[in-house]
């Protein structure tokens, strides 16, 4: 039996998406629909970075302030912000103000934007499973929260110079972009990406 839900529009959806309406667009309109650009993976792993210790509402509900913040996220621009950049950073109430996650997320733009177009798009999804391979998880307990795969993602990833990207935050990086499928069998959003 699935751990799926009915939510107020009687469709079934993973459990976490119900407590709140931010929860359910996010689930139904992006969360493991495919993500592909480098500045939009950088955005991804930022915000998981930025995730890690707290709950995802909290960086959803801020992540118009964390674009703000972060000039949209763009690796060429982040690159060039300053210390007084990150200076700044810590004080804005709109983001999370950590300084080791502001410094990893400037640092992280700064290796990138060493890199060629297309590259963090490639590195990232040469990690994908075979989704055919892997089986519709029936209830949440089937959802692990570390794979092989994002273990080696995250191993690659560091190798490279990339700051505060574990396993776990890979992991949730690939379900959030869509290189896994880990939404409930009977969910609807399941086979709607």
Request: hydrophobic share 45%.
């Amino acid at each position: 039996m699935s751990d799926a839900l009915a939510g107020a529009d009687g469709l079934l959806r993973c459990p976490w998406a119900l407590s709140t309406e931010d929860y359910v667009a996010y689930h139904d309109e992006e969360w493991g629909k495919p993500v592909h650009g480098d500045d939009a993976l950088y955005e991804r792993l930022c915000l998981e970075a930025f995730q890690s210790g707290l709950s995802w509402i909290t960086i959803l509900r801020r992540r118009p302030g964390f674009r703000a913040a972060f000039a949209d996220f763009e690796i060429a621009k982040v690159a060039t912000f300053t210390e007084a950049d990150e200076e700044r950073l810590l004080g804005d109430p709109g983001i999370i103000r950590n300084g080791a996650k502001i410094r990893a997320t400037v640092a992280n733009a700064r290796v990138l934007a060493g890199w060629a177009p297309g590259e963090l798009d490639e590195l990232v999804w040469s990690f994908a499973p075979d989704r055919a391979t892997r089986p519709a998880p029936e209830k949440l307990a089937d959802v692990p929260a570390v794979t092989d795969e994002s273990t080696a993602l995250s191993k690659a990833l560091k190798k490279r110079g990339i700051r505060f990207v574990g396993p776990t935050t890979a992991y949730a990086l690939m379900q959030a972009c869509g290189l896994v499928n880990d939404h409930l069998a009977d969910c609807a959003a399941r086979d709607a990406g």
